[in-house]
């Protein structure tokens, strides 16, 4: 069974990158970073950049959010050009950056100081997130009195807190223990599902972007490029016993393969 479909120009799109590179400009000279992205990604998709290091996975996200302009090509958020830095978004990242004077409550409100919102609401909006990801108990707790899956369940109510139709997500569970990870992969679907949005996860994990996504982007080394699109056709709620299942297994060795072929793995013979 052929797991890789063509390419098709999603129905209702959301996110749309067109002919899009980056290159940086060093001491050392030009590096070309990304190369010609052309990527639609439809409204309530949850979508995985999958690729090794240096293939330019993070730096999509930055472009995307308009921190950092592309050199080449256009990006567009609900058919509006990215010309500057997007406030219509969530971004957490691999550290969860929390400011270790505040509370957790008080770390989440920051978004709504910023934005200048309804701090009433903004703050029964944070209880209830709270209380989504099983932290109604420690919303008076500080940083270093929370472990590290609880810290980046902060964070990541946090970038919910002003409801972004879009979600970026850098490596975020990267540094956690696999079981912490687990979890929190089970949390962010319930998220995903209960505050209905679109969601860019960046990852180097196989198994974590098949298990999550509707669609595994596959990166090439640096320079970037998409390589691949893999239609994750498994289905929802997901639960973690399916990853023992054959066709999960089949999409491992679908993306695995992908990558022997572009000279990421390299086994001894």
């Given amino acids: 069974m052929d797991m890789i479909r063509p390419v098709e120009t999603p129905v209702n799109p959301h996110v749309t990158i067109s002919g899009v590179s ?55 958020v609900d058919e509006k050009s990215i010309a500057g830095p997007n406030s219509d978004i969530g971004i957490v990242f691999q550290q ?18 910023i934005r200048k919102a309804d701090m009433g609401a903004a703050r029964e909006r944070a209880k209830q997130l ?23 369940r902060v964070s990541i109510c946090r970038a919910l807190l002003h409801k972004p139709p879009l979600l970026l997500m850098d490596e975020p569970f990267g540094a956690l ?21 679109t ?34 056709d ?4 997901r639960r973690l016993a399916m990853r023992e299942e054959a066709k999960f297994n089949h999409y491992t060795h679908e993306i695995t393969d992908i990558f022997k072929g572009l000279g990421v793995f390299r086994e001894e013979v």
């Fill in 96 to 113: 969860d950056v929390l400011l270790e004077w505040r509370s957790a409550l008080e770390n989440i409100l920051i978004q709504a100081e």
């Fill in 234 to 237: 498994l289905p929802r709620p």
């Fill in 177 to 197: 223990d696999a079981m912490t990870r687990d979890q929190l992969q089970l949390d962010l679907l319930r998220l995903c599902r209960d505050n209905d949005m």
């Fill in 22 to 76: 980056k290159t940086f400009r060093t001491r050392k000279g030009e590096v070309h970073a990304l190369s010609d992205i052309d990527l639609t990604i439809r409204r309530g998709e949850f979508i995985s950049i999958l690729g090794p290091s240096g293939c330019g996975k993070s730096t999509l996200l930055m472009l995307l959010s308009g921190l950092v302009p592309s050199s080449r090509g256009m990006i567009k």
């Fill in 130 to 152: 709270l209380k989504m990801v099983s932290l109604q108990d420690f919303e008076n707790a500080y940083p270093n009195e929370l472990s590290g899956g609880m810290r980046q």
């Fill in 199 to 232: 969601v860019f996860f960046i990852t180097h994990s196989i198994q974590e972007a098949i298990f999550l996504s509707d669609r595994v982007v596959v990166m090439s080394p640096r320079p970037g490029r998409v390589e691949r699109i893999v239609d994750i």
